[in-house]
């Protein structure tokens, strides 16, 4: 039921003061014709549906969520509660002079490079793919700049996201797709015959979205800089590997960082994201302007010489870069490294229970998150990857990412996290090896499931086909 459909005429949750002032007569062509429609309910009411509704709701926050290449960690309330005081909370982005702000940009920037290896940051872009994009556009500039006009094509290898090649399309490029190898890397064969006088850019991710770390990313840095491309770092998968190693280091140009996912932001939802994009020299004055820059202790705006141009209003998600902040501050240097380790442990941990049960399409060791294949489960049983994953939900965990990457069938990718105990991992192993011996024994009993869910199984072709956008 909506807000809507409890709503009475004449009730309110919050009645009006009477007016103290002389009422303004307001132009007639500026007034409406019609009431506006807004609900009119009491505030019980209304705090008994939002509070029912937030219980249907399953977050990181209610229990286990390794959706795998999206990174749902916890967010720690304390990130909250910086975001949340007054002096963040209260200036207008037009006080563009509020020294403390733009010095938790200038910091959070500095931190962003050393954590990169990269020498420049623009914080405005709103999520990873808006990162792209931006960085994209960036990428045209440089080679425009050098009059190097045919380079129209970006290459990203068979395993890369949806979003990296939409993203180099809206930026008005060609896509190359490149297989991968049999142990789920790039393909350096292939990408040797892809690269060329057009090559704008190579965009990978590493470790991949098998969860495989790539290797062979210096020999991939040098085919595509022999070739005249820049190598562009999609940082969706930074986790395992923040501390330890820096994209910089690995010959990457360019990246973009998900806040939201791997510096502990909340996402999901279409919640405020934050995608900043970090460059080496060669790229810095084509950044987005405004960048903050530190004079002897003072903070400003500044606008790099060749700018591409704002892609966002203001300076991005402010609030979102200051739970960032927070979350670098408070871990610290050796706090973010130990993260990326137990991220990696907590996935290899998980993913040494199922290899058993399940074929596992990363190498021996994972990386922060590992695929599995349904697909022989299928064959036997007529119980699918998506069969499983409702059948998780009765059970009280979230289901983790189906059905990517695209390169493996009836793929379940799982992301477990940092900060989940071993209790948690055991009990989430404890519940995909029951449904599996349930599967073996009771394959009927998959069809319905999930049973305890408001909603079962809607039909998600109609649903991506003819979607209801507003009530
Ligand atoms: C590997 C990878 N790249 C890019 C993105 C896009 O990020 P965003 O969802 O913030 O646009 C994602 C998102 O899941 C991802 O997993």
């Given at each position: 039921m909506t807000i809507f459909e409890l709503s009475k005429s004449g009730r309110t949750a919050c009645p009006l003061q009477k007016r103290d002032v002389e009422e303004y007569k307001l132009d007639p062509k500026f007034l409406r014709e019609a009431d506006a429609m807004l609900p009119e309910v009491d505030e019980l009411t209304l705090v008994r549906h939002y509070t029912a509704l937030s219980k249907k709701a399953f977050g990181v926050d209610d229990g286990f969520y390794p959706l795998g290449s999206c990174t749902m960690k916890y967010n720690p309330k304390i990130n909250e509660a910086a975001a949340a005081l007054s002096g963040f909370t209260n200036i207008?982005?037009?006080?563009?002079?509020t020294q403390g702000a733009l010095r938790l940009m200038w910091e959070l920037s500095r931190d962003l490079c050393a954590i990169t290896g990269m020498d420049m940051f623009t914080l405005?872009?709103?999520?990873g793919a808006h990162g792209e994009f931006t960085a994209l556009l960036m990428i045209k500039a440089y080679h425009n700049s050098r009059n190097d006009h045919k380079r129209n094509k970006v290459i990203a290898p068979d395993s890369a996201h949806g979003t990296n090649p939409a993203s180099a399309a809206m930026a008005g490029f060609e896509i190359i797709n490149i297989p991968s190898s049999s142990d789920g890397l790039a393909d350096l064969e292939a990408l040797e015959k892809a690269v060329g006088e057009d090559t704008a850019a190579f965009m990978l991710t590493n470790p991949n979205t098998l969860g495989?770390?790539?290797?062979?990313i210096k020999k991939i840095a040098d085919i595509v800089h022999k070739a005249g491309g820049l190598l562009y770092y999609d940082?969706?998968?930074?986790n395992p590997i923040m501390g330890i190693i820096r994209p910089g280091d690995m010959g990457f140009d360019v990246v973009h960082l998900n806040l939201h996912k791997t510096f502990s932001a909340p996402h999901g939802g279409g919640g405020p994201g934050s995608g900043p994009v970090g460059c080496k020299k060669l790229l810095a004055e084509f950044l987005p302007w405004p960048t903050v820059e530190e004079d002897n202790g003072v903070y400003r705006f500044s606008k790099p010489h060749k700018s591409i141009g704002s892609v966002k209003a203001f300076y991005g998600n402010f609030l979102v870069l200051v739970k960032a902040f927070a979350y670098i501050k408070t871990l610290g240097k050796d706090g973010i490294r130990n993260s990326a380790k137990m991220s990696a442990l907590n996935a290899n941990y998980l993913m040494a229970r199922l290899k058993e049960y399940f074929p596992c399409h990363s190498q021996d060791i994972c990386m922060h998150e590992f695929v599995i294949s349904c697909e022989e489960l299928k064959q036997r049983t007529g119980v699918s990857a998506l069969d499983l994953a409702k059948a998780m939900q009765d059970k009280g965990m979230h289901p983790p990412t189906m059905y990517f990457p695209l390169i493996v069938k009836e793929a379940l990718m799982f992301e477990p996290t940092e900060t989940e105990s071993k209790e948690t991992l055991d009990n989430a192993a404890d519940i995909i090896i029951e449904l599996c011996h349930e599967a073996l024994n009771n394959p009927q009993s998959f069809h319905e499931k999930p049973l305890t869910t408001p909603i079962g199984r809607p039909d998600e072709v109609k649903a991506a086909r003819f979607p209801i956008l507003k009530g």
């Open positions: 207008h982005p037009l006080q563009d002079q405005q872009p709103a999520a495989i770390f790539d290797k062979n940082g969706a998968n930074l």
